[in-house]
């Protein structure tokens, strides 16, 4: 099987690749992530994944598109179903339509092994990508190994993220310090 895999980070790439790797499947990674914001926040991802696909002798192929204007553009008006109807699909589409254009009978994603992803909304979107362009969607539910993927990214000493990769996710991430600092009248000030 030559498949090709979206990778969203290196942390979550290291489950997914070593047991594709005891499947017998040596995936191609493929970095196409406009979703991921601030820069240095996408660099730091980016350049994590390449060290470490590097270190563990994985192809990889980065398709530069940092896209914060484009992201902004696309989820302003729907900002709740940002993942489903844009992070999700924009990158699920250019992983299919790059394995098509580039010799790949099959395509995966990493982002199956976060517990905190939408899980059946990716399987749907993969699905339909899968279809439009003629191709399989190998799934994989990864999330079996998040903790172990991830124990093993931290021995590493790889990048370890803080947020999914949208500026709205990080917010969420903080959303009940903002909430209890307004309520306490601390929002705004320095304390």
Aim: proline content about 3%; glycine content about 6%; hydrophobic content about 30%.
């Amino acid at each position: 099987m030559n498949l090709l895999l979206h990778t969203c980070c290196a942390p979550c790439s290291v489950y997914c690749i070593d047991s594709l790797r005891n499947e017998g499947i040596e995936p191609t990674v493929y970095w196409f992530n406009p979703n991921i914001h601030p820069y240095m926040e996408y660099k730091a991802r980016r350049d994590t994944l390449k060290d470490y696909t590097a270190s563990i002798n994985v192809k990889a192929i980065f398709e530069e598109n940092y896209g914060l204007r484009y992201f902004c553009k696309n989820v302003i008006n729907d900002l709740e179903n940002r993942c489903s109807n844009y992070c999700y699909p924009v990158r699920l589409e250019q992983t299919a339509k790059f394995a098509k254009e580039n010799g790949y009978d099959a395509f995966s994603t990493t982002l199956l092994v976060s517990p905190y992803q939408k899980h059946d909304v990716i399987i749907e979107v993969a699905n339909k990508m899968a279809k439009r362009y003629g191709l399989d969607f190998l799934y994989r539910d990864f999330r079996v190994g998040f903790r172990e993927g991830q124990n093993k990214a931290r021995s590493l000493g790889l990048y370890m993220q803080k947020y999914c990769g949208c500026v709205f996710s990080e917010e969420e991430r903080y959303k009940s310090k903002i909430e209890k600092d307004i309520k306490e009248g601390r929002y705004g000030t320095r304390k």
